[in-house]
């Protein structure tokens, strides 16, 4: 980084710390990459950002109070595994798979925004090398093979993207949907009314075989299962093991 782009980039992240206290909260202990990714999520604008942190700080703390949303609080969507973690793509970034065939939408709404925390969060989490950095991303595989109606969730899908958008802000590097059947595609176009012009830039739907040998090339062999070119098996995600996390280092921003 230039010597210039530096300057601005701390005065910036200053005037974001300044903003945060205005509005009655504190930065204390968070990493200049983690604040960084607020101040992205909002073009750069101190204020927009700090207010984002803000709401982010007081969501995190009434949704997850205890730091991590334990299996126990979320076993209905536990059970249905269609969540599979696939360790990290040629780029380094998590693989999350969602088998769309065995979700059903929830009853139990709230288990619903706890699991999706718990999903963003385990994901997230085994992208650490040793301990959080601030700026890690996840790759996203939505595999709508063999879905019929009654997998069909709009409500779902918004309420996932609408946490990435506002309380994992810049934590997406790239969604891919994958076999979108032809009565699924107004199902997107409605979920697509509710993202934001920078998330639906990370979206990519393979159509073709150039797209999905580009969608292979960047996963990776390695981590995509068989079923989708790859060479591994998938894991469910309650069954993906983490690496304990190293106790130095800043405030963690799950």
């Keep these: 980084m230039e010597p210039q782009m530096d300057e601005k980039r701390d005065i910036e992240l200053t005037e974001m710390r300044k903003s945060v206290e205005k509005h009655g909260s504190t930065a204390e202990g968070y990493s200049d990459t983690t604040l960084m990714r607020f101040l992205i999520a909002r073009s750069m604008d101190e204020d927009k950002a700090a207010k984002m942190f803000v709401q982010w700080r007081k ?12 299996e126990s609080e979320v076993p209905d969507e536990l059970e249905a595994r269609k969540i599979y973690l696939q360790g990290l793509s040629q ?6 798979i969602v088998l769309t065939r065995n979700h059903f939408p929830a009853k139990d709404q709230i288990q619903f925004k706890k699991f999706v925390v718990y999903l963003l969060d385990k994901t997230i989490a085994s992208g650490f090398k040793g301990r959080e950095m ?3 991303k996840l790759i996203g595989i939505l595999d709508l093979q063999n879905i019929s109606y009654k997998n069909v969730d709009a409500r779902a899908l918004i309420t996932g993207f609408q ?3 506002a309380y994992y802000p810049e934590r997406l590097y790239k969604c891919y949907l994958l076999h979108m059947p032809w009565f ?6 409605l979920v697509s009314r509710f993202l934001e012009k920078a ?3 990370k979206i990519v739907i393979v159509s073709n075989d150039d797209e999905e040998r580009a969608f292979i090339r960047e996963v990776g062999e390695d981590v995509l299962p068989e079923e989708y070119g790859g060479k591994a098996k998938l894991v469910a995600i309650q069954d993906f093991q983490l690496t304990p996390p190293s106790e130095d280092g800043p405030a963690s921003s799950l």
């Design 163 to 165: 946490f990435l958008q």
């Design 91 to 96: 780029g380094k970034y998590p693989v999350m």
């Design 134 to 136: 601030g700026n890690e």
């Design 59 to 70: 969501w995190r703390t009434a949704m997850v109070p205890n730091g991590s949303i334990p």
């Design 184 to 189: 699924f595609v107004s199902v997107w176009r």
């Design 199 to 201: 998330t639906l830039e």
